[in-house]
């Protein structure tokens, strides 16, 4: 990824000659001015009667990834995980901003292939590129920052507006992300329109830093979610983990973190039997699993065993800012 070798690096090109060849590596998937790069901002129009929404993330070198994964697959989760954003409140995506942070021992050769994930990950889900900058860090840092913005024909589904009496679901599998799936993942934005759409979702989010961490987000004032362990979709990674880590499946799943999974909250009033197989008949291959409820609970904890009625153990996901 980086290189002594001076004629290899990103230096050798400079900032002007580096532009040029991000735009010949982005192609069709960067429009020119003014619907995209070759001004000091992009023009673009809103659809009529959408309403927008805006993200932002970023893939570091040594956090969100490392030497182990290859330079396409990097730049394609650069673009997967702020799609899954979009995903997590019904939307479609529009138009993005790239943001390049790098030493400038970077290989050229990587950040090409870099970009050919990029552009795969833009064409599979028609997303254009629109503009960007470039900034430099000391020699062996990388970091890519993607702002996104997105429409919606619906209110925008939000993390808060469920109440006790909700059901709760996630679809896919849980934990072990670290084996590949925090890479090779696929965000779920049709589901995620069709949530939108369907007008039986109270809340709705991504999976992003683990369940234990990002289902308090779901949870009302005065509310526990009581949850099913046994319904709750444990991954085969998340059981090859537990095989060398000395914690359990389910503890990776609730803790691992880096799923890309929607969790929801269902309204309820909702007939549970005729959603899921509505459900099941749109999205066959896209798993819908029930893991609990909201309910009414004086306990200061978060979420309950259905079974035993006690609390569970694991309440903390991963924390950004903090040593591991």
């Not at 020119?32 to 023009?43: F, H, R, T």
Request: aromatic residues 8%; proline residues 4%.
């Amino acid at each position: 990824m980086f290189t002594k070798n001076a004629d290899e690096s990103i230096r050798a090109l400079a900032e002007v000659a580096l532009i040029a060849q991000i735009r010949r590596w982005l192609g069709a998937v960067a429009p020119s001015s003014p619907q995209g790069m070759g001004d000091d901002c992009a023009v673009v129009d809103w659809p009529k009667g959408m309403k927008q929404i805006l993200t932002t993330d970023s893939l570091s070198y040594g956090q969100h990834f490392d030497d182990s994964v290859s330079a396409h697959d990097a730049g394609a989760k650069l673009i997967k995980r702020n799609l899954s954003d979009i995903a997590a409140m019904g939307g479609r995506p529009g138009e993005a901003l790239l943001n390049l942070l790098s030493g400038g021992d970077l290989q050229t050769d990587w950040l090409a292939a870099f970009f050919d994930g990029i552009c795969d990950a833009c064409q599979e889900y028609d997303l254009t590129i629109v503009g960007g900058d470039i900034s430099t860090l000391p020699n062996g840092q990388f970091t890519a920052v993607l702002s996104l913005t997105g429409y919606s024909e619906k209110t925008p589904l939000l993390r808060k507006g469920a109440q006790a009496g909700d059901a709760l679901y996630v679809t896919g599998t849980l934990g072990g992300s670290l084996l590949k799936k925090h890479y090779n993942f696929k965000p779920r934005l049709t589901e995620g329109q069709w949530l939108a759409q369907s007008m039986a979702c109270s809340a709705l989010m991504d999976i992003t830093d683990g369940l234990a961490k990002d289902l308090r987000e779901l949870i009302p004032d005065g509310c526990a979610a009581y949850l099913e362990l046994s319904k709750i979709p444990l991954s085969d990674a998340a059981h090859q983990c537990a095989n060398t880590s000395g914690q359990s499946a389910m503890e990776h799943a609730f803790c691992d973190g880096e799923d890309y999974e929607l969790l929801l909250a269902v309204k309820n009033d909702t007939k549970l039997d005729i959603f899921e197989r509505q459900w099941r008949q749109k999205f066959p291959s896209t798993p819908l699993s029930q893991i609990g409820q909201i309910r009414k609970s004086i306990s200061k904890a978060p979420y309950i065993d259905s079974q035993s009625n006690e609390a569970m153990p694991w309440i903390k996901g991963f924390e950004h800012l903090i040593d591991p």
